[in-house]
Structures are given as C-alpha cells and as structure tokens.
C-alpha cells in the first residue's frame, strides 16, 4: 500500500476530495467526497480504485438538489419581472431609464415570455428572441434587450427560483458605435439661419449653447443668469439639477423671454434632418462639448455644464461657485 496519494479525483469537471481511514472491517479503506453545486456525493472503498468506480458510478446517478426558493416570489417571467423592477432595480434609477425599462420589455420580452415559468426558459428562445431584433437592422436595441434580460434572469438565480441562466451561452453581435459628429461652425449658422423667424430657432439655439440632452429639454427653464434642467443620467432615483450659465452665444436669443417651450423631441429630429439629413439631435450636444474645448473652458466646468460626474471624492467635495462658472462660460464666443 503506497504511504502517499493523491487527496483530490476530478473526473467530468468535478473535483472531489479523498481520505484514508481505518476502521474494524478493513486495515484501511478510503472515502471520495463532493459536496458542491447542489450535490452530496459520498463513497467509499477498500481501495482507491473501487472507490472512484463508486463514485464515478453515483455521480452519473446523482440529481443536484437546488435550493429551496424565497417564499412569495413570482416564478412566472411576467410577475417575477414586476416584482424584480418594483422591488429592486427601479430603486436604483432614474424615471426615464424606467421608462425606457417597460418600452423594452412590453415590446419584445413579455410577447416572447408572458406568464412562461422561470425554469421552463430556454437558451434557445432567448437566442432567438436577440436574433430577430438583430434582423431588424437594430443591434444596439438588440444589446439593450439582452442586457434587461440577462438581469432579471440574474436576479432569478439569486432569489433560487433557478440554478443557470440561459443568457450565458447566448451569441450577441458586436456592432460599431456611431459616435456623435458636432456641427461646423459654418453649419451652426445655417442651422440657425434655416430656422429664422419660427419657434425652432430658439429651440434649436438653446440646444447648441447649453450641450442638453435631447430628454433634458422638456424640463429646460430660465433661472436668472442661467439655463437649469434635470440632469437624466444620474444613476439614482433622486432627481438631479444642472446649471448651464447663458454664454455670450445663447444670450442674444433669450431677449425678452422668459419661457422655455420645446416641440417633442421627435419633431425637432426630423426638422434637423430635413436641413442635416447626416446630423442627429444628440449632435448638437457634441458640439457644444466640442466649442467648450476649442474655447479653452476648464474640465471642471464643461462636464458641469453638459451633467456629466466629477468622479469620486470630486463629486462630494466640490462645490463650485456661480462666480466661476460664469466666468467660465465667457470664453464660449466665437
């Protein structure tokens, strides 16, 4: 009998554990044990040999016991889903990411799942479903859809209602990201001579020379020196404000106003694009960004003006005064 051996068997991606004891039948005899992933495998033999037979032989009959799961959780995909937005995510984020939660899943993830149970859900259909939203000529809504699916399957597995998720082997696309592509000067003119004498021109002049967000300009009002909306991709649900001051470019076409209306956003996008068929709505953001850093405006400033996070400590510690951002914004002028 060999004085050493190995104390670990891994057979069919299963890495077991193995002793040698003594006991009143035999001089020696040695156990094979696994107790992961749902199983509780434990054999035993007068040899090793016997005793990985033995356990080869009980693994391949062994059902994995999964754990029992949260009591009063859904395990419909419909009313876990609900739950899962209710209780957790919409904690989390934003109205509009809301919102834009239940324009995904009513439109492709409840026709495709309904009231299906958790565990009955299939790789399969899963791939199927990214499939088709591909074949629509849509990847990023595609890559959206999956990543809301991917969670809500997630969070079934946290709450035991299953042990894998079919999303792990699901094949998504990469597709190249168009980036936004800010506006010439020459073209910033044209814009805003396109649009004289009607209603967009304000709009069009507010969204150039504050960098908002296309979701933003509805919540848009005049604040004294100063242009405030509520900032949408703060990743809470606490509503967020931002303060764009009315630079030197902004101010000629706020005299004597002192509401802020927009059209929907829609409207807006197909009057851009009836001048820029090339150029979208979101553009007029990048080129506020852009005229911000050909303008020598500090870091600091330009990621306050447009909403984006100091990062870290900045965030918490920083309070910037109106002085310096108005001072800041004066260089916008070209």
């Not at 630079?247 to 002192?258: F, K, R, V």
């Not at 851009?272 to 990048?286: A, G, M, V």
């Not at 330009?302 to 309070?319: C, E, I, K, Q």
């Amino acid at each position: 009998m060999p004085n050493k051996f190995k104390k670990i068997f891994r057979t069919n991606g299963y890495t077991a554990w193995i002793r040698r004891r003594s006991d009143d039948r035999y001089k020696c005899s040695y156990e094979v044990r696994y107790r992961r992933s749902g199983y509780n495998i434990s054999v035993s033999g007068k040899t090793i040999e016997i005793a990985k037979q033995r356990f080869i032989d009980a693994l391949n009959n062994a059902e994995p016991k999964e754990k029992s799961a949260d009591k009063g959780i859904p395990t419909t995909f419909n009313e876990f889903t609900m739950y899962f937005f209710k209780s957790f995510r919409w904690r989390k984020v934003v109205k509009e990411t809301q919102r834009i939660d239940m324009q995904r899943y009513n439109m492709y993830l409840l026709p495709t799942f309904s009231d299906k149970e958790l565990k009955n859900i299939t790789p399969g259909e899963c791939q199927k479903l990214i499939d088709s939203i591909f074949a629509k000529g849509t990847p990023k809504q595609a890559t959206e859809v999956f990543s809301l699916l991917n969670q809500i399957l997630k969070m079934a597995i946290k709450h035991n209602l299953i042990v894998h998720n079919p999303c792990d082997i699901v094949f998504v696309q990469k597709y190249e990201k168009k980036h936004g592509k800010a506006l010439t000067k020459d073209e910033e003119r044209e814009l805003l001579k396109a649009t004289s004498g009607t209603p967009y021109l304000l709009m069009f002049a507010i969204a150039l020379y504050t960098g908002l967000r296309p979701n933003e300009y509805k919540t848009a009002r005049i604040d004294g020196k100063f242009i405030i909306a509520n900032n949408s991709k703060q990743k809470d649900s606490k509503e967020h404000i931002k303060r764009i001051p009315i630079t030197p470019m902004l101010a000629p076409y706020l005299e004597n106003i002192s509401e802020i209306k927009f059209y929907s956003v829609s409207t807006l996008r197909d009057k851009l694009q009836s001048i820029f068929p090339k150029h979208k709505l979101y553009d007029l953001r990048t080129t506020f960004y852009t005229r911000c850093q050909e303008c020598g405006v500090t870091d600091i400033a330009r990621n306050l003006f447009v909403g984006h996070s100091l990062g870290g400590l900045a965030d918490t510690y920083t309070d910037i005064s109106d002085e310096y951002l108005l001072n800041e914004s004066a260089k916008l002028t070209y």
